[in-house]
């Protein structure tokens, strides 16, 4: 190769190399720019590429504790006749030790507040039975546990006890009654209002009875669930219940 062509390809590499020092740099500037851009337009949500319904899709739906729960009393209401005796319980659902400890310190804590009337030795004195029951209406499952309480001491001659049925998955009281045998003052109207506390569902009294059969509502705030609460006084014993209800029952 002689010198004039060796000087030529010589200065032909220059000419290229001064070109992409001075353009290289604005190329490179902007292809930067435009994944800044890019990235931006993906981090705020404003890419087309992506589904506008994606983010309502994952919103959790509010629903309040009282309504949730309302499904479940208008299901035990309709079929806690049929309700079948089953052995295990669903994902979610407490076992019997757990059904029995979780009701017994529900009652003694709503005694505790002036709630109910006191229970000698509740409940170390008291024997125990429950079971578990389902009810089943289409793709629903309500499992539920009847527990019992029976003072050890009564041997079954005076009908005393308590009685009650809890959501297996929350453990709240869906229907609880009692029978003493002594007579018990109790003001009605301030029974309700402490259970409805202590089941974190305030409300309002919307009918009071204080005549020999007793009888107080309490409505729920912003839902159709609504707790009604009797009591009976009579010479030497006192019985109590306390169930959830729902408008559907209540307009019957």
Known sequence: MNKAVKYTLMVLMACIIITLSVF??????????ESIINHSVVMSGENNSVNPNTQNDLEPKAQSIAESLA????????????????????????????????????????????????????????NVDAELREIKE???????????????????RNNK????????NTGVILVFK?????SSTINIEDMA???AVHMNMPGRLVSLNKKQLQNAVWSFDNSSLSMNLQINEQAGYTIFSMSL????????
Do not use: C
């Open 178 to 182: 009692f029978t003493i045998n002594e």
């Open 24 to 33: 290289m740099p604005g190329i490179m500037l902007s292809k930067s720019e």
């Open 193 to 195: 209002e402490t259970i």
């Open 138 to 156: 289409n793709s629903t499952v309500l499992q539920y546990w009847n527990i019992n309480l029976s003072p050890k001491n009564d041997e079954g």
């Open 71 to 126: 499904k479940k009393v208008a299901l035990y209401e309709k079929y806690s006749h049929e309700g079948a005796l089953v052995k295990e319980s669903t994902t979610g659902s407490m076992g019997m030790r757990e059904a029995i400890a979780t009701s017994t310190k529900q009652i003694s804590a709503i005694i505790d507040k002036k709630g109910l009337p006191n229970l000698s030795g509740f409940p170390e004195s008291y």
């Open 161 to 168: 006890g308590i009685s009650l049925a809890i959501d297996a």
């Open 245 to 252: 209800e729902t408008e559907s029952l209540q307009m019957k």
